[in-house]
């Protein structure tokens, strides 16, 4: 434990303070997250609005920018560690695994009863604006902000030899004061997040597990078999995490991907396939001719719609932020050698049209139960909606098992990257932090969870994301600006050092030129 810092003692702490004002006074703890989310969601919610579409645009920027598309994410002579499929893989084990299983079905059906704008839900305009919006929380703004943190931390960290520390990014801004008590106080910031966030992931894993069990075999749905879930599956993510980054998150991710494409290849065949595929073609333009006004729209004018972009899209926003450092920190590890402009089209491009396929295939399924069949979708719980479709159709039951087993591997994955992220920010080790400190957060992570979900399941998870993700959205803004501001260095032409020596050699060659 010589190798941890002052943030990771002052992180546990802290910590295992708040871990422990849960167990002893939950509704202490509930009451104050309810204000908190109050105040929040009325006073700052243009703010993660505008913060997101921010990153948007400077994503894009580098993608087609000449100047610093360029740029290799580490020395000139690196190459890539991963091969392209095995990264791309990694990306979506780190990213939105166990989201993109929970919200499948139940995020679209849930817009498409009860939709922003619209007077009416269960029309044909309330399908495509469900999938709209839908697209809009896991596309392209989400990727832009993991794009753009892992961009910096990696820029950082392989091309001039920084820590891989949120606080390094901000060098060029700070300078020494990123080492300094600055500095610290910035990656304790970046902890608390990835910890609050990480444990979203893992609450909604349990909580889906739990009610797949449940819809599946009548085991009990209730917060005694989540904690025995999380137990359990705690165990298995320390043990990978012991295997380091090569083995044991490596092999899992690529499992996880086989199966996902398995999953999401049977529901596409199986299902109303022509039906999804013009769904997709119809949305996905609505998505993309519509972004930057749903990206930017609160309706200060209606409480209803007002209550529901709070509820989704600023949620998403603080959600996608507060995990920032720990995917971007995972993703900026994985992608040493890679260029500027390779990096952020595979960040940004590839996973989100990927997860907004997903999302027409997964929410468009449960749509076309409802609007054509009439079978009650949007009435099943978030937990279940998914288990829910797949009893509908053809092989539900073995989809059901597949989507269990991948939720599992997928929870393993997002706590075991998380655990390592988090020895990276704490210590001073390199790449790969001692399995003490990776053990030590991987018991955090799991007794955070559990607190939260005791003290307010899933709505105190989500005021948790929502304040810890607003100090930290301000040092990723500022770490736009710092990476800008290297970049600009890095383009300089090299100052001609050689000028004088050049000037003398010509000088003292006209001396002895022959006449």
């Known amino acids: 434990m010589d190798k941890v810092t002052r943030v990771f003692w002052v992180s546990i702490i802290l910590s295992i303070l708040f871990v422990l004002f849960g167990v002893f006074f939950p509704e202490i703890l509930g009451n104050a997250m309810d204000a908190a989310l109050a105040f929040f969601m009325q006073n700052f919610g243009w703010f993660y609005q505008v913060s997101a579409t921010l990153f948007l645009f400077f994503a894009l920027f580098m993608i087609f920018s000449r100047k610093f598309g360029k740029i290799k994410l580490g020395k000139d002579n690196d190459t890539p560690e991963f091969s392209r499929l095995t990264w791309i893989a990694m990306l979506f084990s780190a990213g939105m695994g166990i989201g993109l299983l929970f919200f499948g079905v139940s995020e679209p059906i849930s817009h498409f009863a009860d939709p922003p704008i619209l007077a009416e839900g269960g029309t044909q305009e309330a399908a495509i604006m469900s999938l709209r919006y839908t697209y809009l929380h896991w596309g392209f703004h989400a990727w832009a902000i993991y794009a753009s943190i892992a961009l910096g931390l990696a820029y950082f960290k392989f091309r001039k030899g ?43 894993g349990a909580a889906q597990i739990n009610g797949g069990l449940h819809f599946l075999t009548g085991i009990p749905n209730n917060f005694v078999t989540q904690l025995i879930i999380i137990a359990a599956v705690t165990v298995l993510f320390m043990l990978s995490a012991g295997t380091g980054l090569n083995k044991g998150i490596k092999y899992l991710s690529n499992a996880n991907m086989v199966l996902a494409v398995l999953l999401f290849a049977a529901l596409l065949i199986i299902g109303p396939t022509i039906f999804l595929l013009n769904l997709y073609t119809t949305t996905f333009g609505s998505y993309i001719q519509n972004i930057i006004q749903m990206g930017l729209r609160l309706a200060p004018f209606n409480p209803e719609d007002a209550a529901w972009f709070q509820n989704w899209t600023i949620f998403y926003w603080a959600w996608w932020i507060s995990w920032s450092p720990f995917v971007g920190t995972f993703i900026a590890r994985v992608s040493k050698g890679r260029t500027v402009r390779e990096f952020m089209i595979a960040v940004l491009v590839i996973p989100a049209v990927v997860c907004t396929l997903w999302f027409v295939v997964f929410g468009g399924t449960g749509i076309f139960l409802e609007y054509n069949l009439g079978l009650p979708v949007s009435q099943q719980t978030l937990e279940t909606a998914l288990f829910f479709v797949f009893e509908q159709l053809p092989l539900g039951w073995l989809m059901s098992i597949i989507t269990l087993f991948l939720i599992s591997t997928f929870f393993i994955t997002s706590a075991d990257s998380a655990t390592y992220v988090l020895g990276m920010q704490t210590t001073k080790s390199g790449i790969e932090p001692p399995n003490l400190v990776k053990y030590s957060w991987g018991i955090i992570l799991a007794a ?7 003290s307010g399941g899933l709505e105190a998870i989500q005021t948790t994301i929502i304040v810890s993700a607003f100090p930290l959205s301000l040092v990723l803004l500022a770490m736009m600006i710092s990476i800008l501001k290297a970049f600009k260095q890095e383009r300089k032409p090299a100052p001609r050092t050689d000028t004088l020596q050049q000037t003398r050699r010509r000088k003292k060659g006209t001396q002895i030129r022959p006449t």
């Open 162 to 204: 920084y820590p891989g520390l949120m606080s390094s990014t901000l060098r060029p801004l700070i300078g020494d004061r990123a080492s300094g008590r600055t500095g610290e106080v910035i990656d304790t910031i970046a902890v608390f997040a990835t910890v609050f966030g990480v444990c979203a992931s893992l609450g909604l």
């Open 448 to 454: 955070s969870a559990v607190v939260l979900m005791a």
